[in-house]
């Protein structure tokens, strides 16, 4: 069954289903992973953390979330 509403993208490498109109928060949210410790690219271009909430998915678009890990 094909849903009109979802989208395939390929999120680190993997293809992932978001809803369409899915932006870059909502994505965070939904992997419960927190925008402060993260750095985002999507289809090769690094996204600023003002523009999350903006910057609406797309199907194919291949985003690559990158974690910040402290050590010393």
């Known amino acids: 069954m094909n ?9 680190n ?7 369409n109109g899915t932006n870059l928060n909502e994505l965070l949210n939904k992997l419960k992973i927190q925008k402060n410790k993260v750095a985002i690219e999507v289809n090769g271009e690094i996204i600023e953390k ?3 909430m903006h910057l609406i998915l797309n199907k194919n678009d291949k ?4 974690h910040f890990i402290g050590g010393g």
């Open 63 to 66: 985003v690559e979330i990158v």
């Open 3 to 11: 849903n009109l509403n979802v989208a395939k993208i390929q999120l």
């Open 13 to 19: 490498g993997s293809s992932y289903e978001i809803n």
């Open 50 to 52: 003002n523009k999350y």
